[in-house]
C-alpha cells in the first residue's frame, strides 16, 4: 500500500542553510546547534547548490 503526502506537509518552509562561501567551523555551528546531521548549501540568491552531511566536516 502506498501513502501520498503533499510537498508542502513534508518539506520545511524555513530550512537551516548556509551559504557558499560559509567556513567549515560555521557549518559545525550550525549542525551541533540544531542537532541536524545535513545542511543545505545556497547561493547568494538563495538557490540549493549543495548539501553539507555532518560525515563531510567531521575531522576537520
Known amino acids: 500500500m502506498k501513502y ?3 510537498q508542502s506537509v513534508a518539506m520545511t ?3 537551516i542553510r548556509i551559504e557558499s562561501g560559509a567556513s567549515t ?3 559545525m ?4 546547534a540544531h542537532n541536524i546531521s545535513e545542511l543545505p548549501v ?3 540568491a ?5 548539501l553539507i552531511d555532518i560525515t563531510d566536516v567531521v575531522g576537520f
Open 46 to 50: 538563495s538557490r540549493p547548490i549543495g
Open 13 to 15: 518552509k524555513n530550512p
Open 25 to 27: 567551523a560555521e557549518a
Open 4 to 6: 501520498w503526502i503533499s
Open 42 to 44: 545556497v547561493d547568494i
Open 29 to 32: 555551528e550550525l549542525l551541533a
